[in-house]
């Protein structure tokens, strides 16, 4: 793992914030220190034989074992990133924030020695299905995600409320000025600020595009009257 990687990242954006403001801590540790030969040795040819280098478990056991003693008996909870992991839903990120201490294990693309999962009860967790060259970016993925939802993050609390995936709905395409550009004009209700018509202009549109772009979302999902009379409206126009 470069710890370069996370220099950039953590001093940006809500991440730096997140930090400024005392509500995350971060604290990178290179598995490399870990090494037990004096060549820095953190990866070793596959048993079985293969492509690619698996990491050493003995070494990724004395590099957690160091990120539980900064974590100073807090409850930590461990994820190695693995495109063979559980898929990071919003929901599980939740849960995650709401969490006291997380160890991300940086995984490279072969993987790690199975026994370091058992030997870190660790989950592990994927960003989505394709292949990283690292487990690096997916860190921060993850680190985003959860700092974002830490209380006094975000300036208006209820932003991460109102975000698609909270209520597992795609977002209503949003507008700004100009009200025209090249003769594409921004849709009429939204000018008129009528707010119970621009609610249920956004609750329609949200609907619509989850329907058209993540249909999974929608089935089995306990509809309000609202939404199925809406679906139905979009479904009937989709027809027509
Ligand atoms: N490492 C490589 N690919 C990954 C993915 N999709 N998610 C998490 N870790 C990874």
């Not at 990242?9 to 037990?36: N, S, Y």
């Not at 201490?101 to 072969?110: I, N, P, Q, S």
């Not at 609390?157 to 009200?179: C, I, K, N, W």
Request: aromatic share 6%; with cysteine.
């Amino acid at each position: 793992m470069n710890p370069g990687f996370f220099e950039g990242p953590l001093g940006e954006g809500m991440i730096r914030i997140a930090r400024e403001k005392g509500l995350v801590d971060t604290a990178i540790i290179p598995i490399r220190d870990f090494a037990t030969d004096r060549y820095g040795t953190t990866d070793d040819t596959p048993y079985g034989g293969g492509a690619g280098m698996v990491m050493k478990v003995d070494t990724i056991v004395a590099a957690h074992g160091h990120a539980l003693k900064l974590a100073q008996g807090l409850t930590a909870r461990t994820l190695v990133t693995t495109p063979q992991g559980r898929t990071l839903t919003q929901d599980w990120a939740r849960e995650l924030a709401g969490g006291e201490h997380l160890v991300l294990v940086c995984g490279r693309y072969k993987g790690i020695d199975e026994r370091a999962i058992w030997a870190l009860q660790a989950e592990e967790v994927s960003i989505g299905d394709y292949v990283l060259s690292g487990g690096e970016p997916a860190a921060l993925v993850i680190l985003d995600a959860l700092a974002r939802l830490q209380p006094g993050v975000l300036g208006d609390a209820e932003s991460a409320e109102a975000d698609s995936f909270s209520e597992a709905l795609l977002d209503a395409p949003v507008y700004t000025r100009p009200d025209d550009f090249r003769g594409q004009k921004v849709p009429e209700v939204l000018l008129r600020g009528n707010h119970e018509e621009i609610r249920r202009w956004r609750r329609r549109e949200a609907l619509r595009r989850t329907r058209e772009r993540r249909p999974d979302l929608l089935s089995g999902r306990n509809m309000s009257e609202e939404d199925r009379k809406l679906l139905n409206e979009i479904e009937e126009e989709a027809g027509s």
